[in-house]
Nanobody
Framework: QVQLVESGGGLVQAGESLRLSCAAS????????MGWYRQVPGKQRELVAAISRYSTTNYAESVKGRFTISRDNAKNTVYLQMNSLRPDDTAVYYCNAHTYGADYWGQGTQVTVSS
């Protein structure tokens, strides 16, 4: 049974930082590309950051220079370090695990940034 469990969300003020974690089980973690997505009510889920199995990264333009994605294959965990948070970063953040023919999602964690 595949599980992706996110943690680290919360309420912060603009300019502050948060680190999200996603612990994976039930998959061969090192063979999966991992990603963080976010969604606000009434909008489509959007990619925030992704990291390949080879640790190549890519980011949405809106978070470049502020967010950093990383992975620890020994701990089956992917992280999203979010600095200089802004009110428009407010969303539910979802962890994704992707490989050929398979896609898995976590339950989401709320991030709220107050101005």
């Amino acid at each position: 049974q595949v599980q992706l469990v996110e943690s680290g969300g919360g309420l912060v003020q603009a300019g502050e930082s948060l680190r999200l974690s996603c612990a994976a089980s039930g998959i061969t973690f090192r063979t999966y590309a991992m990603g963080w997505y976010r969604q606000v009510p009434g909008k489509q889920r959007e990619l925030v950051a992704a990291i390949s199995r080879y640790s190549t990264t890519n980011y949405a333009e809106s978070v470049k220079g502020r967010f950093t994605i990383s992975r620890d294959n020994a701990k089956n965990t992917v992280y999203l370090q979010m600095n200089s948070l802004r009110p428009d970063d407010t969303a539910v953040y979802y962890c994704n695990a992707h490989t050929y023919g398979a896609d898995y999602w976590g339950q989401g964690t709320q991030v709220t940034v107050s101005s």
